[in-house]
């Protein structure tokens, strides 16, 4: 053994069999925290990230729940500075952008599958909740998704006028309702369905069909339509 070799620390060359690893077997070869580790080498080219990585699977439960973790509560971790939360941001908007990818401008319809990964992606681990309206075309194609409004943990307010007035300015013959609850819980509310139902008949006089209202929980879904409440 050289002198360099007794002098390395004792993560030496863990990083390049890491990234090897990844580039072999892709993600499945990876654990959460060593793929959080990839991100983590980006922020902290030195430095030993497995211990870093491993406390943050452990506090907040799963890869996609660190990168999507609030900024201020990353930052109470030691490690974890202003350069890591912009990898984890990047790494969040890549994977939403891949998602939209799929299926803006496609005929939604008969690309459900494709359309609640990208509802998950952008909303699952949101922490507060967020109401989102999916505009179709007549062809049923997406041709645009934007958020109406943002709440609290358990409430996001919903303007019926605001989003039959948006559907009508982008010439929508359909639109798709989709809101998530941060309890992990997609069960609708009576006031989830009650508000629908407000949507649905405001909809109805400008022409404007309700395709589904999706609730988007952890790792589970809830479609309107499946239940027969639409």
């Given at each position: 053994?050289?002198?360099?070799?007794?002098?390395?620390?004792?993560?030496?060359?863990?990083?390049?069999?890491?990234?090897?690893?990844?580039?072999?077997?892709?993600?499945?070869?990876?654990?959460?925290?060593?793929?959080?580790?990839?991100?983590?080498?980006?922020?902290?080219?030195?430095?030993?990230?497995?211990?870093?990585?491993?406390?943050?699977?452990?506090?907040?439960?799963?890869?996609?729940?660190?990168?999507?973790?609030?900024?201020?509560?990353?930052?109470?971790?030691?490690?974890?500075?202003?350069?890591?939360?912009?990898?984890?941001?990047?790494?969040?908007?890549?994977?939403?952008?891949?998602?939209?990818?799929?299926?803006?401008?496609?005929?939604?319809?008969?690309?459900?599958?494709?359309?609640?990964?990208?509802?998950h992606t952008i909303m699952a681990h949101e922490p507060?909740?967020?109401?989102?309206?999916?505009?179709?075309?007549?062809?049923?194609?997406?041709?645009?998704?934007?958020?109406?409004?943002?709440?609290?943990?358990?409430?996001?307010?919903?303007?019926?006028?605001?989003?039959?007035?948006?559907?009508?300015?982008?010439?929508?013959?359909?639109?798709?309702?989709?809101?998530?609850?941060?309890?992990?819980?997609?069960?609708?509310?009576?006031?989830?369905?009650?508000?629908?139902?407000?949507?649905?008949?405001?909809?109805?006089?400008?022409?404007?069909?309700?395709?589904?209202?999706?609730?988007?929980?952890?790792?589970?879904?809830?479609?309107?339509?499946?239940?027969?409440?639409?």
């Open positions: 053994m050289t002198d360099a070799s007794k002098d390395a620390p004792h993560f030496h060359g863990h990083r390049q069999r890491l990234r090897e690893r990844f580039l072999e077997g892709g993600t499945d070869a990876l654990a959460d925290y060593e793929l959080l580790e990839l991100v983590l080498f980006r922020a902290n080219p030195r430095g030993d990230v497995k211990p870093l990585a491993k406390k943050l699977i452990d506090t907040f439960g799963s890869f996609a729940d660190v990168i999507s973790a609030d900024p201020d509560r990353l930052k109470q971790f030691k490690g974890i500075g202003d350069a890591a939360v912009i990898e984890f941001r990047i790494v969040q908007a890549a994977a939403q952008k891949l998602a939209q990818g799929k299926v803006m401008n496609r005929p939604v319809l008969s690309s459900w599958r494709a359309l609640l990964d990208y509802c507060i909740e967020q109401f989102r309206i999916l505009f179709l075309d007549k062809k049923n194609r997406l041709i645009a998704d934007e958020q109406q409004s943002k709440g609290t943990v358990d409430h996001a307010p919903v303007y019926v006028r605001e989003v039959m007035k948006r559907a009508v300015a982008l010439n929508a013959a359909a639109i798709i309702l989709v809101h998530n609850h941060p309890s992990g819980d997609p069960t609708p509310s009576r006031a989830d369905i009650a508000m629908t139902k407000e949507i649905i008949d405001a909809g109805t006089s400008l022409g404007i069909q309700v395709h589904d209202h999706v609730i988007i929980g952890k790792g589970m879904h809830a479609s309107f339509k499946a239940l027969d409440l639409i």
